[in-house]
């Protein structure tokens, strides 16, 4: 079955290191197996730090200030990623993007998000280009305004219903002032769920590694009903820590019509060969509401969940950025 031509759905590499985009990231994208990618301030600290394909431009570097250098390293590698991925997305407009997140530090101050977002935009000058934004209380009017503008956004840290529909009302908002084709996507974010709940749910009998999906296809129908055909859904934090479950399963239980899912290398590769090739079960709207009904009868607040996994994938991603602002200032 053709996923994308049949039901719309693309898969994403989460993945961006400058020696992968001169090899890897082709491969993948010849196989048909990928139609765009995404960054974090996470997967770039990692790739600066532990790849050498990075030392020489640093070097040359030292004369700016730290974020200065980030911002130029980053930068190299998404306007490269954009324009390997500009004949995709020149071809299908929905595709072919790449994704790169404003300075996490900011996800409360909207005047300064909206500056960044609209700057590295112009520094980049690619329409392929996604600005990420956290879905926080700031984060909402920083979308609105710069999908407004024609640049295409992508809301991330998405994890309760209410933020993927305050997300889905700034972008919607924002697309229609634009005047424009403005694409967005809003990022649910899946497995993390499942690592911080599942012990708990063992002790209740219930079926673990669940509750991430159930929760994304929540958050799928909540966005849909906004039937704005420029705003997709993407589930993302679909890789799977352990042996416990197949490499590709959140892909194989996300695999919905208009979405996309963005992946690690692991997982990816372990779909291409065993993976789920046709449109996964989608459970109703009372069904999911059903399950968190269960949750509740058991006392787990799946309120605290939702700000818990917020305020830690915040925090994670503002370390990841400091220890790469002190690792780039030699």
Request: with cysteine; net charge negative.
């Amino acid at each position: 079955m053709d996923l994308k031509k049949e039901i719309n759905f693309s898969l994403w590499c989460d993945f961006i290191e400058r020696d992968f985009l001169e090899d890897g990231f082709l491969k993948l994208l010849d196989k048909k197996l990928i139609f765009g990618a995404t960054s974090n301030p996470a997967i770039f600290k990692d790739a600066i730090v532990n790849s050498s394909a990075y030392e020489q431009q640093i070097n040359m570097l030292q004369v700016n200030d730290s974020k200065k250098i980030y911002e130029e390293l980053s930068t190299t590698d998404i306007k490269k990623a954009a324009q390997i991925l500009k004949p995709l997305h020149d071809k299908n407009d929905e595709d072919g993007f790449i994704s790169l997140e404003v300075d996490p530090r900011l996800c409360d101050n909207t005047s300064d998000t909206i500056e960044e977002g609209a700057r590295l935009h112009n520094q980049i000058k690619h329409d392929n280009l996604m600005i990420k934004i956290p879905a926080t209380k700031a984060g909402y009017p920083a979308m609105e305004h710069l999908t407004s503008l024609g640049i295409a956004v992508n809301a991330t840290l998405v994890f309760s219903p209410e933020q993927a529909i305050k997300s889905a009302e700034a972008l919607d908002k924002g697309i229609k002032k634009s005047g424009k084709d403005t694409k967005a996507v809003i990022s649910i974010f899946v497995s993390r769920f499942d690592r911080l709940l599942d012990a708990e749910l063992t002790e209740f009998n219930i079926e673990t590694s669940k509750t991430g999906i159930i929760n994304a296809t929540k958050c799928y129908h909540e966005i849909q009903k906004f039937e704005n055909k420029n705003i997709r859904t993407l589930f993302a934090s679909t890789g799977v820590k352990g042996d416990e479950l197949s490499q590709s399963y959140y892909i194989d239980n996300l695999i919905f019509p208009d979405t996309i899912n963005t992946a690690p290398l692991n997982a990816i590769q372990a779909w291409a060969e065993n993976g789920m090739q046709e449109q996964s079960k989608i459970l109703t709207q009372t069904q999911c509401d059903d399950y968190f009904g269960l949750l509740e009868a058991k006392n787990i607040d799946i309120d605290f969940v939702y700000k818990k996994l917020l305020k830690d994938g915040l925090d994670a991603f503002k370390v990841s950025f400091d220890e790469l602002l002190e690792k780039v200032k030699l």
